[in-house]
Structure formats: C-alpha cells, structure tokens
C-alpha cells in the first residue's frame, strides 16, 4: 500500500498520469497460496486484506478456476463466466479463429480430404476446435500456431490429429522439440529448477543452481 497505491493516489491527484483507468491483471489467483512466499501474504490474502482500499481508478482483472470461486466470494467484485457454452465466448473464439485464418496463408488455404473448398475446412475446423477449447484461448492459440507452423497437419474431418487439452499441446511441442531422451537431457536440469521456483530466476541464480549439485571441479 505504501509503495504502489498511496504513491498511485498521489500522482493521480498531482495530475501525472493519465486519466483513464489503470489496469492490473492477475491470472490463476486461485493458485496464488500454491505459490506463497516465506514470508508475507499471498496475493490472495493481500487482495482480501487491501481490495477495499484500492483507489477507483485502479482496477484488478482476475481469473480464478470456478471450482474455487468461493474462496473470493467476499471480495467487493462482479464475475464474468468464461466457461465453454458461454454465447459471447462462443462468438470470440470463431472471431479470434477468423482473424488467424484471415492472417496466415497455409491456414487460409487449409483443405481437408475429399473437400478442395478451403471455406468448408475453415468451418469444419473453427466448429472442432471451439468445441475442444471449451473458452480456453491459450489452447486456440497453441493449436492454431501448431497448425501454422505444419506440425500439425488435419487430413479429414474427424481431426483425430489435434489435441484435446492444453496438456496434451503442451506435450506436442515439447515432442517436437526434445526428439529423444538425450537431446532432453542437457536441458533437465534447467527446467527441473525453473518449475521448483515459486519466481523466475536470474540467469546466475538459475546457473548457481544447476552447478550446486555438480562436484567442485566441474
């Protein structure tokens, strides 16, 4: 509160930022006593000590899993449903598909089998892939990039070829690019560290703890 929102106040007042509002987005809130520090509050528990203090200009845009939407329902918030059957998620998923489509050649010229119209592979594939997303973007994005690149290549209209979850995206292109066990293997230590750290790593604090675990002449 000292250090961004009082200091925020004053400069709002003092006419030295803009009048528009200021945004912060947090993603996974739900998450946020996975990740907790030491020492100090979670975000979680932050927000639920602060939010009310928090001046209007400054808005917070949050996601939670809706399983766990409970642990925010005393928080001075309105909630937007991002869930799958969603209509207006619905509609931005076939226009974020539109504009990929509308912006890269070999999606533009996808065809299927059997079916030389482009349009009816776009349809066919815009219907999977919002049925398969669920409202997940990351997922259409992935996918669409995957496709785009020729790692993925939908043959017929069953798309049995495309994934089906962010995890299995996720396991695609660390296939692609780890092709063996040894060509992951120079890197394991590395990403071992990265998903044990509660926050990103320096590069020479990620480098002294790979080599913490080497013996002192190596």
């Known amino acids: 509160m000292k250090g961004i929102v009082e ?24 998450e946020a006593e996975l990740y907790r520090p030491d020492s100090g509050l979670s975000i979680l528990l ?9 001046p209007d200009f400054l808005k917070i845009v949050a996601t939670i899993r ?31 598909i539109n504009h990929r489509i ?16 482009p349009a009816v592979a776009h349809k066919q594939l815009g219907q999977h892939l919002i049925k398969t997303a669920k409202g997940n973007f990351l997922f259409l994005r992935l996918t669409l990039d995957l496709i785009d690149k020729g790692s993925i290549v939908p043959k017929s209209s069953g798309f049995k070829v495309i994934p089906v979850s962010v995890h299995e995206v996720f396991l695609l292109m660390c296939n692609l690019r780890f092709m063996s066990y040894t060509s992951f293997d120079d890197v394991r230590d590395i990403v071992s560290i990265a998903l044990a750290s509660l926050y990103p790593l320096k590069d020479d604090q990620l480098y002294q703890a790979v080599c913490s675990g080497l013996p002192p002449n190596q």
Not at 7 to 30: E, F, G, Q, T
Not at 66 to 79: G, H, Q
């Open 7 to 30: 200091p925020l106040v004053k400069l709002r007042k003092a006419n030295k930022l803009p009048r528009s509002n200021m945004v912060i987005v947090i993603d996974a809130l739900n």
């Open 102 to 117: 509308s912006c890269s050649n070999s999606l533009a010229n996808l065809t299927l089998s059997g079916k030389s119209d």
């Open 46 to 54: 932050f927000l639920e000590n602060h939010l009310r203090d928090f």
């Open 66 to 96: 809706a399983d766990d939407r409970s642990s925010v329902t005393n928080f001075p918030v309105s909630f937007v449903s991002l869930d799958g059957d969603n209509a207006n998620i619905l509609r931005d998923s076939q226009l974020y």
